[in-house]
């Protein structure tokens, strides 16, 4: 009969120590990317919300201005959910203190009224930063369109 040698097990056990550093580097939490679908999501589901419903049609008597509406300091909010925040939020124009959108998901800066007075002509960008890297989140006026580039 005929057995293994040990220099033939010592390969094997070098070969799954290389696939498993490998795997285990592979598995560990992309914070970066997780923050920004997690922000992206958030943004979306106010559009979306907004999307349908008209606030001037306040002589129903159902008004409801936060729909369509999110502070910016909720970006990063976990309230509610299991998941820990990890990266640092910077918004351009840095003078938008809520974001909301209209019934037909265009952006409008600080009004729950959604007039076209308030309607957003630059483009919004969130920048997300962890461990010196960056993430973007760009949303388009007139479209309501939102990006993410990683």
Do not use: W
């Amino acid at each position: 009969m005929r057995a293994f040698t040990l220099i033939e097990l010592l390969f094997v056990i070098v070969i799954i120590a290389i696939l498993s550093a490998v795997g285990a580097y592979e598995m560990r939490p992309n914070y970066l990317r997780n923050d920004t679908d997690f922000v992206l999501m958030k943004l979306k589901d106010v559009k979306y919300r907004a999307i349908g419903y008209s606030k001037q049609l306040s002589d129903l008597g159902d008004l409801n201005s936060s729909i369509g509406c999110i502070e910016i300091s909720e970006l990063n909010s976990t309230e509610g959910t299991n998941y820990k925040f990890h990266s640092d939020i910077n918004i351009l124009p840095s003078d938008i203190n809520t974001l909301c959108f209209d019934r037909y998901g265009r952006p409008h800066k600080d009004d729950n009224e959604s007039s076209l007075s308030s309607l957003l002509h630059k483009n919004i960008i969130i920048i997300l930063n962890y461990n010196d890297k960056n993430s973007t989140i760009t949303i388009y006026p007139f479209s309501g369109y939102i990006e993410a580039k990683y």
